[in-house]
């Protein structure tokens, strides 16, 4: 059997260290990562390999050259533009015919057995099978779910925590029969997880998962990278390490020379011909490369320095990654995370904060302090992008030059001379940010249309409606008046979708950004009018007959927040009797707490029974939200409130379907379907709800918390839109709210948040799954668990921080609860173990 190991990614992630090297060549404890898996490939009698290359192939093909040196038969297949991962492997079509191959990353660490793969191949007589790891962290991988058998049931590429519905990954070996190359067109790019694997699973060709009990790791990271060489060292991996053990746990290659006053505490490695002077400290998990200088009174610990770096005296190294032939003058001190690329000198007394990246050829001066100063990079945040885009403590964690790098990122994303919005709350914070992000901007050739501070449904709104590529909106954190959040919209005045926001993380972290020409720098404009079209646009397509002649009274509080800008305004155009309070820019208070919010309900209740109004509205500070209040002062919660708007809506239309996440009572089946509705569950990320919105004959949809989206006007969510659709649909059912609310059953939701590490999150989904047995799941989002009588269970995983949610429903409270208890015990008892 022939092999194919795959070694032409870029591996952006590990830049600077493959920005002018692959990734494959990236040294682990002194031996390229691919260099390991070639060795794997001959011990299991795979000798005659063919390697695909593409990014630096000439530096693959002259390290390795013809395999000799390694007893292999090495081939190399060249992809003149990236193919994808099957249509590199179809691009060596020509050496695959004759018989099954194996197909390996080489830039994956592991010691997978794969001579027991290759027989669990033939036994069940597969046409491909997948090698699979259980991971605690499945995101960046593709999950896949087998049956007790090993054949395969469902997979998912690079999922989100929402769809996490096994911790069981595919690893990227594949063990194929030479048919499958049939599946694949030649000369185009295409991906097995993401092409040919789905197209074979509906074909019911016979598709089995082998889950592998070695080590695996995929070397994608900084941080994984570190990991591989401590998990070497430490004997976690069977692979070969070259020299000899002086004591336990260190090792020293041929002609290095240590001398005996130096202070060694394994495990650790000293590559060949390395030099460690008296008075140097070199403790766990340092692995020093091939001629490695390392001068006395220097302290490296969890350092991996590639080959011939100079270490100069009393230097201190902790947790980073020094590239070849770069010099660390003395006393120069370099922190956790931190990685210099190759060719670079580190002056005396200069300090590299953690996670600063240095790129090749470049010269840090004598005593500069390097510093990021953006603790959002720190190791605690799992990403760019949260919840509410980019967030942060206000000149902490999101400062101006942050802005300004961010922004020129999303510049970089867009075309030369594309046009996007700018925007903000009332608060100064937001006013100063956005003065930066302006400026990125325009340096970065693209023109900015300012609408100053309005509400985001009106941002949202103008991106769209001026057909422009995108825009930034910046606001105070909700409940948290010391933070902001940085929005990014796309040119539906969306939030950018999961793909856009890695696309600009990218951009970020690369510190590649394009800047503008002298002759190109864009143009920055205050467009007119944008209230006056936003209103007319409301009232143009939002159905309010009956308003004037129904008399309505109704009180509104616009919370200090931008909505005051447009809403008693608009309000006198519809045709209602309104009293507004709170209806002021605030710029001290931009956002409130929750107890805040309660209390500011609560007031809302008071003025809206006592002036005998209708109902009354409450608009978060953005005018994004809205929160509703009876005829009686009494407030209609969160989820009722869609209850109230879905019955409503679906009584007028009598058809169409509406998107509802899956955390929504099902409740909401049954006055859809007495009104003859269909729903569509979709996943709980905005970005999901949005996307099912834009679906054909969607009539509403509803995120739960508050936030409403009304097809025929947006695409997004508006609370000022909803609100005046609101008053039509009660003027013309000459209903009050409370008798609506009344004449929808009573919902016995639950819901709970268990404290879950990031290291087991992907094994309680698949305990979840476990214990599911064969009950009916759903796994739109999280995994949920099917039950008699209507009842069901959610188990969801947070997407950014370290809880599991639960959602529990039945036909009673007490069944509900029981349902709660069972199946919050199958997560911690996970934990547990």
Known sequence: MKAVVMAGGEGTRLRPMTANQPKPLLPVVNKPIMEHVLRLLKRHGFTETVVTVQFLAALVRNYFGDGEELGMNLHYATEEVPLGTAGSVKNAEDRLRDEPFIVISGDALTDIDLSDMVKFHRDNGAMVTIGLKRVANPLEFGIIIVDEEGRIQRFLEKPTWGQVFSDTVNTGIYIMEPEVLDYVAAGEQVDWSGDVFPQLLAEGKALYGYIAEGYWEDVGTHESYLSAQADVLQGKVDVEIDGFELAPGIWVAEGAEVDPEAVLKGPLYIGDYAKVEAGAELREFTVLGSNVVVKEGAFCHRAVVHDNVYIGPSTNLRGCVIGKNTDVMSGARIEEGAVIGDECVIESEAYLNNNVKVYPHKTVEAGAVVNTS??????????????????????????????????????????????VTTSRDASRAARTLKRAVVSALTAGAINVHDLEAVPLPLARFQTAHRELAGGIALRTTPGDPQSVDIIFLDANGADLSPAAQRKLERVFSRQEFRRAFPGEIAELSFPSRNIETYTHEILRRVDTSGVREAGLKVVVDCAGGTGSLILPTLLGRVGVEVLTVNNRLDEVSPTETLAERMRDLHRLGELVASSRADFGVRFDPVAERISLVDENGELIDDDRAQLVLLDLIAAERRGGRVALPVTTTRVAEQVCRFHGVAIEWTPTSQDALIKAAMGEDIIFAADGRGGYVLPEFSSTIDGIASFVRLLGLVARAQLSLSQIDHRIPEAHLLRRSVPTPWSVKGSVMRSVVEAAGDREVDTTDGVRVLGPEGAWVLVLPDTSEAFTHLWAEGPD????????EEWAAVVENTEEE
Do not use: H, M
């Open 374 to 419: 953006v603790i959002w990079e720190s190791r605690g945040q799992r990403s760019l992008f949260g919840k509410r885009g980019v967030s942060g403590l206000i000149n902490v964690e999101i400062t101006p030059d942050l802005a300004v790098r961010l922004a020129s990122a999303y510049a970089t994303t867009l075309k030369k001379g594309s046009a």
């Open 813 to 820: 409270k007490d069944t509900a609860q029981e349902l709660l």
